[in-house]
């Protein structure tokens, strides 16, 4: 998943691993679920659903909508949307049952259970309102008159005691709108007077409910073939800003140059890309990005972009969910095989889910020849600046098993930079160690020859299992800067390549230098501070400020970590000849800076191709960009 604002992805496979015995899973498969959700009878903007279990022969039994959907990496609590939640025997009387956390219903008498119903709030109304779970857009709801957006991890749960179980679905909505999913299609059936239509699904077990969103409503919708992948577009533009057939161009010169730098790699059959365009009206939603799932990805973005922006932002978001169908589809740990929606585990190996996906899809586009080389360099230094902004020395396995706790979550977004920057030097490693054969996809490969969609890998020995695979060198990076956190010197590897740092001027904001954020604050002490960034930022060099200087008011505001947020945007929205009055503490002494913006000037550092390069370093840059071997 990824998130443009607040970077987030994934969705895999899921088989139980539960206490259920096997006489309760093997009635499970040969008894579906049946479910139902009816658009039609959507009432006070909520839409009624409701489970069919069959029956049950225990006294009680667990209900659960999930906590945690996969890809997130956060606590998502959607038994809070849940309203009028009840269990009625099979004469249509309510049986007893108690909601015993945020997400789990437990319904006594059992055996007497006929179905379970309730009703379903969507998220993105409510997205700011503090009584409701804050979900990231792209795996939230949408219940509207004209658009309805299917996150079905949202409307439909699982017991306990059948989590191996089938599930049969049905859709029902108006003869008139558009529906997509990639679910297996199983019936159509039209009601007596023709305005409604019930589409009826099938999915094997409850990770295909959740793995396969669907999108219902006034849609734009557009099919084309990707070699012999399905590609299903839909797009929903609430003013019709934007259309499918605008994109479509796009995602094909996109996703045709994924193929061909996949090579054999062919794990669907069907792709889907559903793209919700927020008007950024008060109950649109507001989270920019996008949540992966095995053969499909949710995204939403802002209506009122242009065009030409609004692609480049689909070529750098979809990119990179399509590519996870190297992993963790085909490649995953035990964890992410075995996931619990309710109490899960998380892999060590984000670095390989996001980061190395990451990479791909921004490495890709220079190996196909969608961007240049000087534009892939850029996107290189930005992730490595931007990777900064981070915890540098924190292991990055400890994060990613740890990635919902503090003070790993806010870490979290680093896989898009480090780890990507990650994937970058295991892919310079291989390509030096095998003359230029072997790369961090073709490692992929492999790793997948050998695991694949069904077998998990250890999440303990997998680091072991690559170092056998390739190069000590290998192992010892992984070890050294993926397990230990020892940061990476960048320069070493673009010096195996044929590149160099060169500084160059130029000008920036009040907030930032080529180093990172000028500021820094001391949270056990709620105050903010000048770091040692501030001396790469003219301006502020100009007007004495040190390291380490107290930020006490920035004209007026009294500033502190809960306003912090606010003053930045402020001050990012500075400009030359502006009035300041700024307020310093040092050393115990007040120091005031009152004066007019004068512009401000940064020194960055600047990947270049090192003219002064042997012939083999220059080989291994071609190998790694796929240009012509030429000197």
Known sequence: MKNILALIGISVLLTSCGSVSKSVDDLAVSNPINTSIDITAVNNDKLPVTINPGRFTQDSVIYRLPKIVQGTYDISNFGAFIDDFAAKDYNGNVLPSKKIDENSWVITNAQQLDVITYWVNDSYDVESDPNYPS????????????????????????????????????????????????????????????????????????????????????????????????????????????????????????????????????????????????????????????????????????????????????????????????????????????????????????????????????????????????????????????????????????????????????????????????????DILMREESNGNRSMLSLMKELSAKYGVHKPFDDDTIIEEITKMTYPSIGEFLQTHVVEGVPIDYGAFFEKVGLMYELTQTETNYVQSGMGFVFDANEEDDYVFFSSNVSENTFWESQGVRENDIITSVNGTDVKLNNLRMVMGQMFRWKEGDEIEVKLLRNGEEKVIKTKLTPAFTKIKTIVENLEATKSQVKLRNAWLNQSDTL
């Open 135 to 426: 979900l990231f857009s792209p795996q939230g709801t949408n219940i509207e008159s004209d658009n309805y957006v299917l996150n079905l991890h949202g409307f439909i749960g699982y017991f306990d005691s059948l989590k191996n179980a089938q599930y049969n679905l049905d859709v029902t909505a108006p003869a008139t709108f558009e529906r997509t999913s990639a679910l297996q299609n199983v019936g159509v059936k039209s009601s007596s007077d023709g305005t409604k239509i019930t589409t009826s699904y099938f999915a094997p077990r409850y990770f295909d409910i959740t793995d396969n969103p669907m999108m219902y409503g006034k849609l734009d919708v557009e099919e084309f073939m990707v070699g012999d992948i399905k590609i299903v577009l839909s797009v929903y533009s609430p003013n019709k800003k934007h259309t499918a057939a605008s994109l479509k161009e796009t995602m094909f010169t996109m996703m045709e140059a994924q193929k061909n730098y996949l090579g054999d790699i062919n794990s669907t059959a069907r792709y889907d890309i559903y793209l919700y365009l927020s008007d950024g009206s008060d109950k649109a939603p507001k989270g920019f990005g996008a949540l992966e799932h095995h053969t499909s990805t949710v995204v939403v973005l802002r209506e009122w972009a242009s065009v030409e922006y609004l692609a480049k932002s689909m070529v750098d978001v979809v990119s990179h969910e399509f590519f996870h169908i190297v992993t963790p589809l085909s490649v995953h740990s035990e964890d992410v095989h075995y996931f619990d929606y309710n109490d899960p585990t998380f892999s060590k190996h984000l670095w390989m889910y996001e980061g190395v996906t990451e990479f791909f899809a921004q490495h890709f586009q220079v190996y196909e020849g969608l961007v240049t080389p000087k534009e892939y360099y850029r996107t290189i230094q930005n992730q490595i600046t931007r990777s900064k902004y981070y915890d540098d020395s924190m292991s990055f396995t400890e994060m990613s098993e740890n990635v919902i706790e503090d003070p790993y979550a806010k870490n979290y977004t680093n896989v898009y930079q480090k780890g990507a920057l990650i994937g970058m030097c295991i």
